[in-house]
């Protein structure tokens, strides 16, 4: 036979022997147990049934529909100063670059060694260097060594995919985190407008009882009235003044909790007015429920970027009971003797090059173990999404019927603060023509005092559960545009070679 067709069939021949060797280690049967949820799987409620479907989704800068200046301004800050949307930042580039550092290994290796040294040789009868006896000579090389991998089995390019979809979820995280920022300063921004609004009825409360107390010293004056009726319109005066000044205590938390939200100190939330805010026409639902609704929300693009991640690493770990074949190669120069560069004459060039197989044949279970891992983080993985998007639909199905709650509780509330201020007013007339006693007026008063709160709660609950309707739809972000195709996010199966050689 012609030698250069032995030549030929010797890569063939080692190639079988090492495929017939990597069947030594097989997978057991190791494989993922879990499926991700179909988000049309999930049955929706009647309030997500019944919810306007002709609008677009949420604005991206969604604070904007409460039409508060101050609060554009704040949430533009945070964007800028928040140290967690910074630390958010700062894992997204790391992903980025453990991905670089995952797809380099793709590449052409190529390391440069070189060695300078003056040698002195021994005098020895019996292992002397010979001519070389009782001399000083350079001793010299330089080397470039060369190496790259076939990446037969997929294992570096599905090791390059897992960390770029991990990069992915970092980035979905980092959208995660925003939308948590500006859902907390908004909320927070609610509050303290809920706290001067409650200042304004304590106020109000607090002038209504001076004038009551003016009023019951006069009556006494008069001869009419008597030193009981002034003791209590003097009683509700030290308890109100303590709730003006816990108003106030909460006022100035609030501020620091905006300031600390946007990364800035007490000082700068110290400047903060008092909110405007107001909400127009209600926030209507996309026409595709639930699974592009649900394929809109950070957190669940985040799950299944992660999914796809540990998809990937069960085939690097599949790739690992293959045998690995590297090409590798080297270029130098070397001299022992001459002078010091001598050794870059083309009479000192040597090369190597050649494959280098790693077998796997006998591992104490390290392959099947590192298998069982990846397949159990897949398993968690899916686990993950799962729980994340009933959570996503139970959210927005809570926030639906908040919101119906609390149009329905607004128009009663108004209609409590409308009946309590005829009921009060009427006592207080009374009162002044000597028809009824204080404690009439007194007890109109209270009713009023704690009906024009409610009243201010309701609306603040409303304001909120805008905001967290916004939250649960995605916040306007669009995570969608970059979510990982459905295909991504299936476990692959076990190469039916390791599955059979295995048994």
Not at 353 to 359: F, H, S
Not at 455 to 466: E, F, G, P, S
Request: charged content about 20%.
């Amino acid at each position: 036979m012609p030698r250069r067709i032995v030549r030929g069939l010797m890569p063939l021949s080692v190639w079988a022997l090492t495929l017939l060797i990597s069947g030594c280690i097989g997978t057991g049967g190791i494989a993922p147990q879990s499926t991700t949820l179909s988000p049309d799987s999930l049955a929706t409620d009647e309030a997500i049934k019944e919810a306007d479907k002709d609008a677009h989704w949420p604005d991206g800068q969604w604070w904007r529909a409460y039409g508060d200046d101050q609060l554009n301004h704040w949430i533009e800050l945070a964007a800028l100063g928040s140290p967690s949307l910074a630390i958010a930042a700062a894992r997204v580039r790391q992903a980025r670059a453990m991905a670089g550092v995952a797809e380099s290994a793709e590449s052409l290796h190529a390391t440069a060694d070189s060695t300078l040294k003056r040698h002195n040789w021994p005098t020895d009868p019996f292992y002397g260097p010979g001519d070389l006896s009782n001399t000083s000579t350079w001793d010299n090389n330089a080397s470039i060594g060369l190496s790259y991998s076939l990446d037969l089995w997929g294992k570096e390019s599905n090791s390059t995919e897992q960390a770029l979809d991990m990069a992915h979820m970092s980035a979905a995280q980092a959208r995660q985190a925003q939308l948590e920022l500006q859902d907390n300063i908004v909320r927070a921004y609610i509050q303290l407008s809920l706290n001067y609004a409650q200042r304004d009825i304590a106020e109000a409360t607090l002038a209504q009882q001076e004038q009551i107390l003016e009023l019951a010293q006069r009556r006494l004056k008069g001869g009419i009235g008597t030193h009981f009726e002034v003791s209590q319109a003097q009683a509700p005066l030290p308890e109100t003044h303590r709730q003006i000044d816990a108003l106030d205590e909460a006022i100035a938390l609030s501020r620091n909790q905006i300031a600390a939200l946007a990364g800035k100190g007490p000082g700068d939330g110290a400047s903060l007015k008092r909110p405007t805010l107001s909400l127009g026409t209600a926030l209507k639902l996309p026409s595709s429920l639930p699974a592009q609704l649900l394929g809109q929300r950070p957190d669940v693009v985040a799950s299944r970027w992660r999914v796809a991640a540990q998809a990937r690493g069960i085939d690097v770990a599949h790739a690992g009971f293959y045998p690995n074949v590297d090409l590798m190669g080297s270029l130098g120069y070397m001299a022992t003797g001459g002078g010091m560069l001598e050794f870059l004459t083309g009479k000192k060039f040597n090369y190597s090059v050649g494959p280098a197989v790693t077998l796997p044949i006998f591992d104490g279970g390290r392959l099947r173990s590192e298998l069982g891992v990846a397949s159990a983080g897949y398993d968690a993985a899916v686990g993950q999404y799962n729980q994340t998007l009933i959570n996503a639909l139970k959210n927005i199905s809570d926030q639906l019927i908040r919101r119906e709650s609390m149009s329905k509780q607004q128009v009663f509330a108004d209609q409590s603060v409308a009946a309590a201020q005829k009921t009060y007013d009427i006592a207080r007339v009374a009162y002044q023509r000597g028809l009824t006693d204080y404690l009439n007026v007194l007890n109109a008063q209270t009713l009023l005092f704690h009906q024009e709160q409610v009243q201010q709660q309701v609306q603040a609950a409303r304001l909120t559960v805008h905001a967290e309707l916004v939250v649960a739809l995605g916040g306007g972000l669009m995570a969608g545009n970059d979510s990982p195709a459905a295909e991504k996010t299936v476990a692959p199966k076990t190469p039916v070679s390791l599955s059979v050689l295995g048994r």
